[in-house]
Every structure is written in structure tokens, then in C-alpha cells.
């Protein structure tokens, strides 16, 4: 067996059966969980009695068979002063007073205490549709024309004059590759910034014990770097397939496989194509990062410079990241089309773009080609550097401990 095979099997043995790494992976474990299953966890730790409320009602409009509500019980009073009694005395959350204004419907929401924005928004929307049907009810509407009139919705054709250009997605299609695309980017952050702070903290670990320089005697510095990327590349890969496949049965079992159908149906919006290109981006854009990660923490003399040397790799990904976000409200500006070809961030931001907008073939392949051009490059100047500076101690900035490096290896 090589050396190379020696160091990597050792290297993803002892991280995989870390305390950190099983603690880490269970944590994640318990939150995707706990995502599936929080309509029940919140039903059970913040279910309460209904809400008591009271409404008046002046008009000759029933409102009462509109007001049915599992999470409010509704009592009706006569008058506007017997309703603020009632709430004088606290037996009530809060009373809607419903009147007639002209042809509209007019509604006060009378409380004791000022209410929390989710029963102010809730009681503003029932209010909303009542008003609704007040005013269809003024018109002298059928049932079936009030109906007609509540679900009218245009029908919406795509038509596209350009004939080179390619297909148009439907919104459905545009807003499954958005889910998607977020949830990738969502999981390139944590991956990176998990594992590149574990690669940094454990080169600058072995550097700091001197223990790198026993191993180097027999170990070359390149079959080292080699070894201790592909190794914490690994870890990533395992961590990321226990929780695939936690979410897997999750979606399975919950709802009796209802959410595993819905999922099915928004992954059958997007092109197998798409997916391949989540998937490259996802795996290429966090072994990149761990070579500057492992690269970052051959710089350093001590672990507690471990924090300080990888920040630089940590603003990229946050900024990455944010961008991202950014896009999924308008994935068509400028900086969501520039910041998918630069290699730092386009690991984040093009899977949004190819799935969001109509991109043709061309721009995808040319970023990941970037991507994966600028991984190898990163990779060829690494390994070089790290030969230099992973016996190299100094103290000072990051950039004087770079040029500690070359002066003393050059």
C-alpha cells in the first residue's frame, strides 16, 4: 500500500470516529429532524385553548358561518358596549364590530391590550374576505357568480418571438430550480465553512506539535497535502450521505410518503441536466476550499492562529453566500451574473441562475470550466507552497508570514 493510501486511510479513520465529527453529524441529524417534523413538535410543545373572541354584527350580512375557525372559538353579543364589557373583564382576547358603510362593509378591531402581529394579521385577512363577500352580497351576486368572481384567474401562455433562442421555463419549473438552488447553496456554506475550518485547525495542530516534521522525514510534503485533503474530502462526503439519507427515510415515512410525492413532483420540474450541475458545483467548490484551507493552515506557527489565518477563505464564502441570497429575489442583475463566473462564488450563485433564469448551455459549462480550471491551479500552487511554508515558522500578519516563506525558501 502507498503512502499516500496509508496516510488518507488513517487520516478519514481518526476524523470519522471523532467526537467532534459524530457529535457534529448527529446535530445535523436532529435539525433536519427536526425541520421535517416541526408542525407536530410545535403542536405539541406550543398547543394552547382556542382564542376567545366576540363579534358584533350590525348588518343585515350573516358573517357568523365566515367566521369558523379551529384556533378561535367566536361568540356573538348584541351591542358594541356589551362587547368591550366583556373585554373589560378579560373573558375575551379581542371583538370584531362589523357595520355598514354605503356598500362596503366597515370592521373595528376592539381589544383590552394591544394584540401580537400574528392575531392582527389574521384577524386583518378574515376581515379582508368578509368584506369581500359583503360587497358581492350589495351587488346582488348569485352564489355561482360570487364564485366565478373569487377564482377568475387569467390564462397565462408563454410565447417567445426569438426562434434561436432556447425554451422558456414555466414559473414552476423557475421556482423549483430556486428551491433547489438555495437549498445546494444553503449546503455548500455549511460544508465549506465546517470543513475548512477543520482542515486549517488540523495542519496548523500537526505544525504547532512539530509532529509535521517527524513526518516529513519519511512522508514527502506533497503525498502529505495529498492525503490530508482527499481524507477531509472524504469525511465531507460521508457526513453529506448520512444526511441524505436521513432525509431520505424522512420523507418516506412522514405523512405517509406525501412529502416524498411533493418533493418528487418539484424534482420533476428541473432537467436531469440541472441536477449534475448542482452536484459538480456543490462537490468541486468544497474541495477547493479546502485546499486554501489546508494551505492557509500550513502559514501559521501555533492552533490559535488557525482562526485568524482562514478568515480570508471565510469572508469569500460569506459573500458568496449573501449574494446568493440576494438572488433569489432578482437572479437577472449584474452582480448575480458577474459573481457566477468568479470561482469563489460561483459554486453558490450559478446553480441559482441555471435555475432560476433561461440560461443556455454555454454560460454553465464555462463557469464550472473556471471553477474547475481555478481548483486545479489553486491545487498545482498549493502543493508548492505548501512544501515552503509547512516547516516555515514566523511570527506576524498573514501576509508577513507569507513573505516569511519566500524569503526564507527562495
Do not use: C
Not at 412522514?254 to 411533493?262: Q, S
Not at 500552487?381 to 516547516?391: P, Q, T
Amino acid at each position: 500500500m502507498s503512502k499516500f493510501m496509508i496516510l488518507l486511510k488513517e487520516n478519514y479513520k481518526q476524523k470519522v470516529k471523532a467526537k467532534s465529527f459524530i457529535i457534529m453529524t448527529l446535530l445535523y441529524i436532529i435539525g433536519v429532524s427536526i425541520f421535517f417534523f416541526w408542525s407536530d413538535i410545535k403542536e405539541a410543545l406550543f398547543s394552547s385553548e382556542p382564542d376567545q373572541l366576540i363579534y358584533v354584527n350590525t348588518t343585515n350580512f350573516d358573517v357568523g358561518q365566515m367566521l369558523e375557525d379551529g384556533d378561535i372559538v367566536w361568540t356573538q353579543l348584541a351591542s358594541t358596549t356589551e362587547a368591550e364589557e366583556a373585554l373589560k373583564k378579560e373573558d375575551y382576547v379581542a371583538a370584531l364590530v362589523f357595520s355598514a358603510a354605503d356598500t362596503t362593509l366597515a370592521v373595528d378591531l376592539v381589544s383590552l391590550d394591544p394584540l401580537p402581529l400574528n392575531m392582527q394579521q389574521q384577524l386583518s385577512a378574515t376581515a379582508h374576505t368578509i368584506g369581500q363577500f359583503y360587497a358581492m352580497d350589495q351587488l346582488n351576486l348569485s352564489p355561482e357568480q360570487s364564485a366565478q368572481l373569487l377564482n377568475a384567474a387569467p390564462q397565462i401562455a408563454m410565447k417567445t418571438l426569438n426562434e434561436a433562442a432556447t425554451d422558456g421555463k414555466s414559473e414552476e419549473q423557475k421556482t423549483a430550480g430556486m428551491f433547489i438552488s438555495y437549498i445546494a447553496g444553503f449546503l455548500v456554506y455549511i460544508f465549506v465553512i465546517s470543513f475548512l475550518s477543520i482542515v486549517t485547525s488540523d495542519v496548523a495542530s500537526e505544525k504547532g506539535s512539530r509532529a509535521l516534521e517527524m513526518l516529513l522525514v519519511s512522508v514527502k510534503a506533497e503525498t502529505h497535502f495529498k492525503a490530508k485533503v482527499m481524507s477531509i474530502f472524504l469525511v465531507a462526503l460521508t457526513q453529506f450521505a448520512v444526511l441524505f439519507g436521513t432525509a431520505f427515510v424522512l420523507l418516506k415515512i412522514k405523512d405517509g410518503g406525501a412529502k416524498w410525492t411533493m418533493v418528487s413532483e418539484v424534482l420533476a420540474e428541473l432537467h436531469g441536466q440541472y441536477l449534475l450541475y448542482v452536484g459538480a458545483f456543490l462537490l468541486v467548490t468544497i474541495f477547493m476550499f479546502l485546499i486554501i484551507g489546508a494551505l492557509l493552515g500550513s502559514l501559521v506557527s501555533k492552533p490559535e492562529e488557525a482562526s485568524q489565518a482562514m478568515m480570508p477563505a471565510m469572508i469569500l464564502v460569506i459573500v458568496a453566500f449573501f449574494i446568493m441570497v440576494t438572488a433569489t429575489g432578482n437572479p437577472d442583475t449584474l452582480l448575480v451574473t458577474i459573481a457566477s463566473y468568479v470561482p469563489f462564488t460561483s459554486g453558490m450563485v450559478m446553480p441559482m441562475r441555471i435555475g432560476a433564469t433561461d440560461l443556455g448551455v454555454l454560460e454553465p459549462l464555462i463557469s464550472l470550466s473556471i471553477l474547475i480550471a481555478t481548483t486545479f491551479a489553486l491545487y498545482l500552487l498549493s502543493v508548492s507552497f505548501y512544501k515552503r511554508s509547512v516547516l516555515t515558522y514566523s511570527t506576524g500578519g498573514l501576509i508577513q508570514k507569507i513573505k516569511t516563506v519566500f524569503k526564507v525558501t527562495t
